[in-house]
């Protein structure tokens, strides 16, 4: 079976993950999570983290052909991966992620929308090597939908994201490896027509009924569909 390996977006870590894990498990699906460089356990100084370090990471993670799975800032890295060493990812699955357009960061992209709800509450350090959002908005931002359970352990466990791997751009930004896209229909951080947009070009685009958060919200729907992916 072709293995999973899940990729966490900005502020987030491998632990965001557990719960999909469990339920993959269960579906004897091989999966894994990892830190990328800055994030959760990783002791990079986030200063010091690139865009090129978190492909860096990627790969290394990877021995055989993978299903990588971005979330949200994660599609920037999983894509920089596939556009060093395509014949090392299989499939690439954008959940409710940022799709890299040629040349144009992160940074950029957040202009690409008319409406941007992450940008009034990025909070950035006083040297502005990292930023994280304002707690008053995690909740209806990120986790509506969630537990408050769930999102005391996102409280606990987040941790400031490094800047500028959120500044570089890619060009080509497309890598030649089969694409998928999760839409999360009621997401309000990343908004669904601008995940639609960015989902242009992706031939398999698929909708779930969750917040930004779908690895807490929906972990079972979530393990499955990608589970089915798996088996194409």
């Avoid at 500044?167 to 999360?184: D, K, N, Q, W």
Wanted: net charge negative; with cysteine.
């Amino acid at each position: 079976m072709t293995e999973i390996l899940l990729i966490h977006g900005s502020c987030h870590g491998a632990w965001c993950w557990s719960e999909v894990l469990a339920e993959l498990e269960t579906m004897g699906q091989p999966a894994r999570a990892i830190d990328l460089p800055g994030h959760g356990d990783d002791p990079t100084p986030r200063a010091e983290v690139t865009l090129d370090a978190y492909a860096d990471a990627i790969l290394q993670a990877i021995e055989r052909p993978t299903i990588v799975v971005g979330h949200s800032m994660g599609g920037f890295p999983v894509t920089a991966a596939a556009l060093k060493a395509p014949e090392l990812v299989a499939r690439l699955v954008y959940l409710t992620a940022y799709v890299p357009r040629d040349g144009a960061s992160i940074a950029d992209m957040r202009h690409d929308w008319p409406e941007q709800p992450l940008l009034p509450v990025i909070r950035h350090s006083e040297d502005r090597t990292t930023l994280l959002f304002d707690d008053a908005s995690l909740e209806p931002l990120f986790y509506h939908d969630c537990t408050p359970e769930q999102i005391a352990r996102a409280r606990k466990h987040l941790t400031p994201q490094p800047v500028l791997p959120q500044r570089v751009g890619l060009s080509p930004a497309t890598p030649e490896v089969p694409r998928h896209y999760i839409v999360c229909d009621d997401d309000r951080a990343i908004l669904p027509g601008f995940q639609e947009q960015m989902a242009k070009g992706i031939a398999d685009v698929q909708h779930m009924p969750t917040s930004h958060s779908p690895f807490f919200a929906a972990p079972r729907d979530l393990a499955r569909r990608l589970t089915a992916l798996a088996a194409l």
